[in-house]
Nanobody, 126 residues
Framework: QVRLVESGGGLVQAGGSLRLSCVVS????????MAWFRQAPGKEREFVAG????????FYEDSVKGRFTLSRDSAKNTVYLQMNSLKPEDTAVYYC???????????????????WGQGTQVTVSS
């Protein structure tokens, strides 16, 4: 059974940084496409960033390009989201998600992902 556990959220001032981690169990990173989504209060969940199973392709939502960076450590079976220059509008619960399917993948499509973590809260104060 695939399980995702996020960590690394917290309270930070605007302009600060956080690194979120998502530990994957039950599957190797090479067998899943991974993504981060976020949901702010009163808003729908939105795509933040995604990385392909081979690690060669990554995608970012426009508002985080240049500020957020995805990486992964296959030895630890962990995906990271480094978030720099944080803004109050980045405040949300951040979710890690995994897509086990073989074939084409649309990183930003929430319906692609079957497995979700419990979420970690990120709060950016102004």
């Amino acid at each position: 059974q695939v399980r995702l556990v996020e960590s690394g959220g917290g309270l930070v001032q605007a302009g600060g940084s956080l690194r979120l981690s998502c530990v994957v169990s039950g599957r190797t990173l090479s067998s899943v496409n991974m993504a981060w989504f976020r949901q702010a209060p009163g808003k729908e969940r939105e795509f933040v960033a995604g990385i392909s199973r081979n690690g060669r392709s990554s995608f970012y939502e426009d508002s985080v390009k240049g500020r957020f960076t995805l990486s992964r450590d296959s030895a630890k079976n962990t995906v990271y989201l480094q978030m720099n220059s944080l803004k109050p509008e980045d405040t949300a619960v951040y979710y890690c998600a995994a897509d086990r399917s073989i074939g084409s993948w649309t990183a930003g499509a929430e319906e692609e992902y079957e497995i979700w973590g419990q979420g970690t809260q990120v709060t950016v104060s102004s």
